[in-house]
């Protein structure tokens, strides 16, 4: 039998890296006919890589990131995501030349993150199945194929209206829609306008490939979805054993959480992108402060200035802040009680899956979809208090969540999350036979 040769297209951008590798190392794994070429530029190529243990079948190759040469990047986040689309499919069939000359062998399938659509044109022109990898929010995939309807409510409707419309979501609000969605004329952007189009590109696709569990989406979303595209698969999330880095925990949580009591200390946490305003950061420290609860707060350096003068030496005794955290080991300790979130996709798949709490505040993108859910779909948390950090809306959400006994049905939900999840990664549940079709896909 021919051997196989899997192109892999990252977006090569933060959190979207690492679950597409992970993905990839199961699939090598599963697949061990298959060569997998792994697209991304230098820059990510080089965070993911070198990674000793990977399985010799995959292979890593760089592409342009589109920004010219003495270009300085300038503040807006989203620049350098518009420069790299904007390289298009031509970008993108560079690397696979440099991947077909070095493997001599032709590509037989193609395996990208959603948002990077121009490599369906690539996957018609090497006629080659396409497979969609969706990293976000699972539930806001939805969204992208009621577009007219959002927008429509959004231009006519109060903040808290719901989008009943929406197949299993009918709790969304227009408040949670992500604010790209609604960028249209001037405001579009080459990244925006790709987002947008997600409706109409991926029920091309030969399957989408969820990083999730499908037992913790509402049936009538995953239906509908069903409905749409020519296949849902959805696959465990987790991270293979591959992937973690040795000396990800320099900062000593893990040894400072066995030292707390069970379920007593709030994590806090928004992700590796975001950097919430400084009065939001500066309500942070003071209700974690005031509250009397152990803490431990992944901050990034350069924004540990803006904490209160004294604010470190004050709460040392229960306090722990550290610029890096083993996230995904922390939330699974069990002196864990309530992480407060941003939301992103994978700090919420973290969460659920270690049945930890959780106090949101979504920030854009996704994450206000991923809020609503956690709230009114799991009700294994709460939005703070008018979408704001605010001293007195964090003390109130961590007393409820920590202690009050109206908290326990909070805390009972998000139990009960991580038992579904428990059940849903068994080698006998529906995750396993879609990785099966997966690899079936690839190797056929
Ligand atoms: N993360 C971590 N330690 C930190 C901060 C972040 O391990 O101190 C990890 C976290 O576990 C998650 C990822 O970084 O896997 C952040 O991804 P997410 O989708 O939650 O948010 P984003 O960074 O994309 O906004």
Redesign the pocket.
Same mark, same amino acid.
């Given at each position: 039998m021919e051997n196989k040769h899997v192109i892999v297209i990252a977006f090569p951008f +933060?959190?979207h890296l690492?679950p597409l590798l992970n993905l990839v190392i199961k699939l090598a794994q599963a697949a061990p006919n298959c060569s997998f070429s792994f697209i991304g530029t230098q820059k990510s190529n080089a965070i993911l890589f070198p990674r000793p243990h990977l399985p010799n079948n995959i292979k890593f190759y760089a592409i342009s990131d589109g920004i010219p040469e003495g270009h300085v990047l300038g503040e807006n986040p989203t620049e350098k995501l518009n420069l790299f689309l904007q390289t298009g499919p031509e970008n993108l069939q560079k690397g696979i030349e440099l991947a077909v000359a070095e493997t001599k062998q032709r590509v037989t399938c193609i395996i990208a993150d959603a948002f990077v659509t121009s490599s369906l044109l690539v996957a018609h022109t090497l006629n080659v199945p396409w497979i969609a990898f969706w990293l976000p929010i699972s539930c806001s995939l939805s969204f992208y194929f009621y577009l007219d309807l959002i927008r429509h409510t959004c231009a006519n409707s109060a903040a808290n209206t719901t989008l009943e419309f929406l197949p299993g979501l009918s709790k969304m609000r227009v408040e949670d829609v992500p604010r790209d969605m609604l960028d249209v004329g001037e405001k579009e952007t080459l990244f925006t306008r790709t987002l947008n189009s997600l409706g109409e590109v991926l029920p091309q696709a030969k399957a989408v490939v969820m990083n999730f569990f499908e037992e913790l989406d509402p049936p009538l979303f995953v239906q509908d979805m069903r409905s749409k595209l020519q296949a849902l698969l959805y696959v465990v999330p987790f991270p293979s054993p591959l992937l973690s880095p040795p000396d990800?925990d320099s900062g000593g949580c893990l040894s400072w959480l066995d030292k707390q009591s069970s379920k007593s200390v709030a994590y806090v946490?928004f +992700?590796? #992108? @975001?950097a919430p305003p400084v009065h939001e950061l500066v309500a942070v420290a003071e209700a974690l402060e005031e509250s009397g609860f152990p803490f431990l707060w992944?901050l990034k350096e350069a924004l540990m200035g803006v904490l209160p003068n004294g604010f470190l030496e004050r709460t040392s005794k229960r306090g722990k802040v @550290?610029s890096? %955290?083993?996230? %995904?080991q922390v939330l699974a300790h069990d002196s864990v009680g309530v992480f407060v979130t941003?939301c +992103? %996709?994978?700090? #919420?798949i973290?969460s659920v899956s270690s049945g930890v709490p959780m106090i949101c505040r979504p920030f854009f993108g996704d994450q206000g979809v991923g809020a609503r859910v956690i709230e009114d779909v799991w009700e294994m948390g709460l939005v703070i208090e008018g979408k704001v950090l605010t001293k007195s809306g964090l003390l109130k959400s961590l007393n409820l969540i920590l202690v009050q006994e109206e908290g326990k049905k909070i805390r009972d939900k998000a139990l009960k999350m991580k038992k579904t999840v428990q059940d849903a990664v068994r080698p006998e549940a529906q995750a396993a036979q879609d990785f099966n079709t997966l690899v079936k896909i690839i190797s056929n």
């Open positions: +933060g959190s690492m990800s946490c +992700g590796t #992108v @975001v992944s @550290v890096w %955290a083993p996230q %995904a941003h +992103g %996709a994978n700090s #919420v973290e």
